[in-house]
């Protein structure tokens, strides 16, 4: 009872927003997000600039992470409707949102900036999601705690009796990053011999988190060496002008490739200015904000990147990546599995 009347209250607060922006004659876009990117992200910036531009009203509406969004704006399609006009997030949900059919068509001719969208992204375009920004998985350590020379050269070293306790990972059914991780270990060990890679790897793992926040917290405080992170930790720290303490490193090279996409929501009576948002977002100015904010690489080549992501964000020479579709088919059945294997620990 109190999380429907905590919803309705929420679709109330959207509504009593878009109802002021239509009576001072503006159109109103609601953007549904992820919390993180309007708590710390380039949210605010995008707002005043887009805004500004268009005079329009932007709305950005997280309801936590992006998986909780995702299943917000499922919610409310399936009671009706719903007040987003765009959803933005990580997209190995992207199965999981074309069984609802809830994307109108990329119209290339209504977002110039497409054209700088790499080519290898284009079977997104044909479910309706634009990408706009990605990263990869791989491993961040403490290095007032480890030496470089004592980390696992690989994955499957990770196993090995010196890391036992060592590693914090986050939990696949409650986390994007420890979705990421499992997905990893498929693509690495295969439908075979991943969970035997799981097995072996249970000594190794202090606890397992609910997501990244908690993973993080612990290695911060000094509870383990060694945790599932970004390629580019490292260089979130050099932009904050911190102590490069807390090392991003690819083992073996490696690390899960993870995409960010936008999807102008069927239904929508905004597809126009949708359409200027989705531009607006790939331009090389705002695309230059994600490496300072998001802390994730620009899918627009053009954009401008800060020397020191440049110099620390790691690029994986050996990325890994399952088909999207491979996942939604299987995602389920894979958790399940994961968690019968995890929960006897």
Known sequence: MMKMKRRRFALLLVGLLVLGAVAQGKETLVVYTYDSFVSWGPAARIETGFEAQYDCDLQFVAAGGAKATLSRLLAEREAGETPADLFMGELNDLPRITAYDLFLPVDPTGIPNLKAVPDEYSSLLAVGLVPYEYGYITLTYDSNRM??????????????PQYADKLVCEDPRTSSTGFSFLLWT???????GYLDFWRRLDPSILTVTQGWSAAWS??????APLMVSYSTDTAYAALCGDELRYRAYAPGGEGYRTVYGIGIVNGTH??????????FLLSPKVQGLLPG??????????APVPPEFAEYAIV??????????EVGKKAEGWL???ARVMTRR
Not at 293 to 302: A, G, L, R, S
């Open 147 to 160: 030496d470089p020379n004592d980390l696992p050269p690989d994955l499957a070293s990770l196993t090995a």
């Open 186 to 192: 498929i693509a690495e060990f295969g439908e075979d």
């Open 218 to 223: 612990l290695l911060t405080h000094g509870e």
């Open 270 to 279: 905004h597809r126009r200015l949708a359409e200027a948002f989705i531009d």
């Open 293 to 302: 904010t998001e802390v994730m690489f620009p899918i627009n080549p053009d």
């Open 316 to 325: 994986p020479t050996h990325p890994l990546f399952l088909p999207l579709a």
């Open 336 to 338: 399940d599995a994961w």
